[in-house]
């Protein structure tokens, strides 16, 4: 049968939601406005609050060609200036590329793209404190394939032009980055070697590394080898350098006698931290670290749970987050009590220190692996969210607005939207 298109001219397509977050692995604070907070969504591009966590509006839609955002920062000197580096760095069969970084000069109103398109998937950016022009891109390249655009890039105008700083092969890329708050020529880089295939994840091998450039990335040490740390093949890496104190260095690190590893000298030297198991579980996924910017000896680490450290690093407790797969955590610099955290379930904000959190049931940002409809009058919508519940909607409510009073849980694999889920396959 054939379709008239006019009748189809006058369709427009709307939000049906639900009101339900989605993966986050980029989340970042406006260092001064307390109540301003960013998150770059896995689907769904960079949502911005300035009621803590109350309301999110979308800042990107208009301006980004891709929904994927894999890092984001705020300039400490000039908080109009944000980056936002595209294409998750977690890199699932799912996963979705971006195509570079792009930049906002007035808060995240307006965004231009400048630069790195063939990079695919960014982990981390890093602003120098003093100058909003002045940034790094961590970038794992190309997931499915080899390609030359990877590893840590710079740029001293703000994207106008980039430097290829460090590069060890096409098939390894740049997972992390961290700067040293109180000299940010000091950078620490993490380099994973990974390839994923529709069927297999390949993480580790001789380009697993990490480095170290205290010139601003002209040059740069390998120090992956260096007194403690693991001798044996390594995956992925994630490393935070204390802005409290920068000879104090936390890594965590995939490998046969991985562990949580720490240095009281700059990465010169390293101990084994903690051994606990939950710190590196399905270690592809996640492997991220965070110190604490006012407390040397505090140290967070996010996987399956969100796991927090007072004693530099020997012992972790899990600090409960509204949903599982924690992946993002910023600290507010002033305030270690202001944060904000991304995980599977969506962004959350904190005002003392994750004791609570505000709600990831204000952000539109689902993952949905399918849809399907029924053929009621009004019709129903159902689908099966990423790392959560499949569930059904109404196309239309009585009241206008289809709110979390008109959708419900069809089927659940032990998950429910009440609290932490674990994540489901790769």
Known sequence: M?????????????????????RVVAVAGHPTDTMTFYFGACAGGVWKTTDGGTYWENVSDGFFDTAAVGAIAVAASDPNVIYAGTGEACIRGNVSHGDGVYRSNDGGRTWSNVGLADTRHIGRVRVHP???????????????????????????????AWEQVLFRSEGAGAIDLSMDAQNPRVLFAAIWQAQRSPWSMTSGGPDSSLWKSTDGGDTWADITRNAGLPRGVLGRLGVAVSPADGRRVYAVVEAADGALFRSDDAGATWQRASEEPGLRGRPWYYMHVFADPNDVDTVWVADYALWKSIDGGKTFVEVATPHGDNH????????SRRMIEGNDGGACVSFNGGVSWSSIYNQPTAQFYHVTADTQFP??????????????????????????????????????????VPAWGG
């Open 130 to 160: 003093r100058d909003a022009d002045l940034v790094y891109v961590a970038a794992l390249g190309h997931a499915w394939g080899p390609n030359r655009e990877r590893g840590v890039f710079r740029s001293r105008n703000g994207g106008g």
């Open 328 to 335: 993002d955590l910023w600290i507010d610099p002033a305030n």
């Open 379 to 420: 019709y129903r919508v159902y689908g099966s969210q990423q790392d959560n519940t499949a569930l059904t909607l109404p196309s239309r409510a009585p009241y206008g607005a289809i709110t979390e009073l008109d959708w419900y849980i069809r089927t659940s694999s032990s998950a429910d939207r009440s609290g932490p």
């Open 2 to 22: 054939t379709i008239d298109p006019r009748l189809l001219g006058s369709l427009e397509w709307r939000c049906a939601g639900p009101h339900r977050g989605g």
